[in-house]
């Protein structure tokens, strides 16, 4: 199946979306702990142990998302998605409001990127360099200074973290997906109109110490849904593997 997941538990289903360049290994401490519910992670398409499953855009992966749901019979659940795991979950939410119990977003760019980086992203040259980063003789050195810049203080990031990030950018086609879900993100548009008067829980969680989308995003991302906001101080941009205690509490709530 070209869909990693990995579905446990019973009670209530809970649906876990991770970020770009990692995997639903970051989920492992929820599944450890998962208590009265049913927890269901997939690796993004291309990512981790997952081949290609969707293309790489919130939209389509939330689409495909839903039909794999559905082959599991799950009618309802609560969606947490992390980062670009955060605006799938906004697509399926504002395109399910009947079958959605309960949204968790952290750390998820759903206002867009700086002008700049959009032309970057399209400048034909962002393709090559694309598909020569995973060969570059720094790759490795590269990768984890890129993980520990995004990481808080109130920890720091251990070996296997690492090997998880490793991991999950070997998977065939990364690079040429990556790409087109950092241009989806630029082009981006989040269903505030719909997500703000729905008729279920909206929580958002953010790091305090997050260098990839500030607090102040968050902040504004909370007002637009009409939701809980809460910040974890200490806390970086990789909240499930710094902060899994926050997500279980938002989740079982």
């Known amino acids: 199946m070209p869909l990693h997941f990995r579905d446990e538990g019973e009670g209530h289903p809970v649906v876990l979306v991770h970020g770009l360049g990692a995997s639903s290994r970051v989920f492992d401490p929820l599944f450890e702990k998962r208590g009265p519910r049913r927890l269901i992670s997939v690796d993004l398409p291309r990512s981790g142990r997952s081949r290609h499953w969707a293309p790489s855009t919130p939209e389509a992966i939330g689409d495909a998302l839903v039909r794999f749901l559905d082959s599991r019979k799950v009618e309802r659940f609560h969606f947490f998605g992390h980062s ?88 065939q086609g990364f690079s040429e997906s990556m790409l087109e879900a950092l241009r989806a993100v630029g082009r981006y548009r989040a269903p505030f109109d719909v997500l703000a008067n729905a008729p279920f829980p909206r929580r958002v969680l953010w790091g305090e110490k997050d260098r990839l989308v500030s607090v102040l995003q968050g902040e504004q991302l909370a007002r637009a849904l009409r939701a809980d906001f809460k910040v974890l101080p200490d806390v970086g941009h990789c909240l499930p593997e710094e902060h899994p205690e926050a997500i279980h509490d938002a989740v079982h709530g």
């Open 84 to 171: 670009f795991g955060g605006l799938v979950a906004l697509h399926v939410a504002a395109s399910h409001l009947h079958r959605v119990e309960g949204l968790t977003v952290a750390s998820a760019p759903a206002l867009g990127l700086p002008m700049e980086l959009k032309l970057l992203l399209h400048n034909p040259m962002a393709d090559l360099t694309t598909s020569w980063f995973g060969r570059m003789p720094m790759w490795r050195p590269a990768l984890k200074s890129w993980v520990g810049m995004m990481w808080g203080s109130k920890s720091q990031p251990e070996e296997h973290h690492y090997e998880l990030y490793e991991e999950a950018t070997q998977a």
